[in-house]
């Protein structure tokens, strides 16, 4: 399919370890998006890619959460030392820029639940 | 704080039942989204409003925006079970519109 793909869609962690989550956009998609949904809440902005530059990381939670996106399109959400609070589902969205008037269009992946025991 | 209220929080309704589903905020917002998520997905884009006032036809679905850009709404006509899902409004703000502030969802369980 030409979505957008993240892997694994399941992750049980202990606490304590670190997991890294993977997301592949849409080809050509300049802009990526990260998001961390917790159960019953709507998506929460973590940060954003345009190619390889992060331009907005201030939705990190804190400095366990690090992204990166180093040829400017497959993109890694990593989280150390894991902690429950960090249970949650994690989005990759990805868009091509329609200009600065315009709100893209984000195309979301179908999340990795991550469970931390 | 909540930056963007959705009501209800959850609606659960025979099929061919109309539904309006409310999206409300303090802040202005250059532009507001409307997503539907279902289980296990990504939410995907329904319709994206910009203008104050402005109104947009899906279908059976209708969204309107705010004259202030501050709300939104999303009615629904005759509901098919189809419909059922979680329905999320998304805000962007002038100077990032790239930067969706989502809000909690309406979850709408459509009964054959």
């Known amino acids: 399919g030409a979505g957008v793909s993240q892997s694994p869609r399941y992750k049980v962690a202990k606490r304590g370890q670190d997991v890294a989550l993977r997301c592949d956009p849409i080809?050509?998609?300049?802009?990526l998006f990260w998001y961390q949904q917790a159960l019953g809440q709507g998506p929460e902005f973590l940060t954003y890619?345009?190619?390889?530059?992060?331009?907005?990381k201030s939705g990190l939670p804190s400095d366990r959460f690090f992204a990166e996106r180093p040829e400017g399109s497959v993109s890694t959400l990593k989280i150390q030392r894991t902690q429950q609070e960090d249970s949650a589902v994690y989005l990759c969205?990805?868009?091509?820029?329609?200009?600065?008037?315009?709100?893209?269009?984000?195309?979301f992946g179908p999340g990795t639940r991550l469970t931390v025991l | 704080t909540q930056l963007l209220e959705q009501s209800p929080q959850f609606l659960s309704i025979q099929e061919g039942e109309n539904l309006t589903v409310y999206c409300n905020s303090s802040?202005?917002?250059?532009?507001l989204q409307w997503y539907r998520q279902e289980p296990g997905e990504g939410p995907v884009l329904l319709v994206t409003?910009?203008?104050?006032?402005e109104v947009k036809k899906l279908k059976r679905l209708t969204f309107q925006f705010g004259d202030a850009r501050k709300d939104s709404s999303l009615h629904i006509t005759a509901a098919q079970p189809g419909d059922t899902g979680l329905y999320l409004c998304?805000?962007?703000?002038?100077?990032?519109?790239?930067?969706?502030?989502f809000g909690k969802g309406t979850l709408l369980t459509v009964n054959p």
């Open positions: 969205a990805s868009s091509f820029p329609e200009g600065p008037l315009f709100t893209d269009t984000q195309y």
């Open positions: 080809s050509g998609h300049v802009s």
């Open positions: 890619f345009q190619n390889e530059a992060q331009l907005d």
């Open positions: 802040s202005v917002f250059s532009s």
């Open positions: 409003v910009v203008t104050g006032g």
């Open positions: 998304a805000g962007a703000r002038g100077g990032s519109n790239y930067k969706l502030t």
